[in-house]
């Protein structure tokens, strides 16, 4: 190659969400690109291999299975168990498809430049690969996050799976240990429960999934419990005495042992910039190895920039565009936005789903928002009871006007939801809390009856207040 062709606009460290995103989009505006990742097949990042799509096509699977069962209430017979290698076929089935616009290839028929190996920084916007050296105008560091692993005396002794193993199951363990009650450990314990395990959750906290609301988490465990999974709060796995025992400490309690057949850790992701060199690019990493930012995704090299999961900050598929969209706009706009997390979502991919969005009550303190809390279970609602999810619940935080002035505007500050599909039902306040629309923009609807995401509406109408004054109007535009 001659000098001029290993000169980039833009060089692409890791093709994961946050790399494929930024190469595509740097290549669509004409821009000269280079993207690397170690292997072939790691194209498409842990989203596509070991995370989102996997994870969610399993879901899929189990729910299936879990749905098959429910219906011998109306009198189906449904008899034998689900074949995991048949379940595992199906998930690989549904990468494949993915595949086909998230390899090598594909990139290079966009316009960008490929290159598979192990990258190292040599210069301030120099990187090396294979022998070559290649000049970057900007750079990009997008090489994602790995399992935090389970360090305890006797792991060695143990099956214990993480996301990059488990997908390579073909036999469905009789008894599953699940070391962590975040996303990852309740979207694959439910699954694995749904499909036959007997599936144990230990788990460092007090409720499962810590950054929501203990109104929502606990809605979320009683499902769980109620399929069977058992669950242990304030506990963690202190040693494994052999292959299938694990030693169990509470935090107040007594020590306990328990029997499994596999074990799958999801307590965590970590970030390594190992054989990077960063330093050779003049970028700094604080005490704990992460990258030094700034609140554009720059780091101390006013050249390089983070983006995903690497950033340690929020790590979701869509943080990482989130990312990618502040970073290309940046890149050509003289006035810089900042990272802003305020109108970020995300749900947790289990039945019921568990959705947030905005702010969540711990920030509107931090802040001195004035907001009001309104929430309410599914009970009353027609759809809830047909369909069977009256547990389901809702939770608001509604801008506070200090003065009541008619006509005021009041924002959905932020939320979260649990029920069967979530996800999808909340997302017309997402739409209000980002473009900053009032409750009246919910309110004003007509729903389709019996649509589920009327539930959105009924909390507004149910805080709808009548002031004396209001009333006095009222009387009076009535008479007239
Ligand atoms: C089980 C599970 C389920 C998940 N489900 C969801 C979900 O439903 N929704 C959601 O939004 N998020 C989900 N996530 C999170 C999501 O997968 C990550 O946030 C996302 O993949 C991060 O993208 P990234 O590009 O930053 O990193 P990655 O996708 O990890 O990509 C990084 C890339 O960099 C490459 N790389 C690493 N080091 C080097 C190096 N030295 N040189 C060259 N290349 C390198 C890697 O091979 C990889 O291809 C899930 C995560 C897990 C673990
Ligand atoms: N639907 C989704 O969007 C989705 C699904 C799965 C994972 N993810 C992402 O993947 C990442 C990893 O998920 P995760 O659930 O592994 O991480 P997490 O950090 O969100 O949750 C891990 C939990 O494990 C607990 N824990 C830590 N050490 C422990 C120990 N030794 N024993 C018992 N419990 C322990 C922690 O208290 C924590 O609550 C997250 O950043 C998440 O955003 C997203």
Redo the contacts with the bound molecule.
Sequence with gaps: MTEKENDFDLIVLGAGSAGLGLALFMAKADMRVLLIDKTAEDVGGDCLNH??VP?KALIHASRQVHQARQATQFGLQVSGAADMAQVMDYVASRQDIIRHHENPEYLREQGVTVEIGSPKFVGEHEVEINGHTYRGRKLAVATG?R??Q?D?PGAELVPLYD?QRVWDLRQLPARLLV?????????LGQAMQRLGSQVTI????PRL???EDATISQVLEERLRAEGLTIHFN???TSFSSATHARVQPKEGTEFGLDFDIGYV????QVSFEGLQLEKAGIEVDEDGHIQLDEHLTTTNPDIVVAG?AANS????H?AELHMRLLVFNFFSPIKKKLDYDHFS????TDPEVAHFGLDEPELKKRGTSYERWETNFADDDRAVVDEHRYGRLLLFIEKNLLPIPGQKRRILGGAMVAPGAGELIQELILANTSGLGISAIFDKVYPYPVAARINQKLIVDHQQITPLMQLGLDVAFKL
Excluded: M, Q, Y
Aim: proline share 5%.
């Design positions: 995370g989102c994870s996050s399992p935090r389970l305890v996301n070391v962590g009650g975040g996303p990852n450990g309740v979207e230990v788990h460092h906290g999934l810590e950054h506990a963690e796995v999801a307590i965590g992701r999961d929020l790590k979701f598929s943080g995300w749900v947790t991919f």
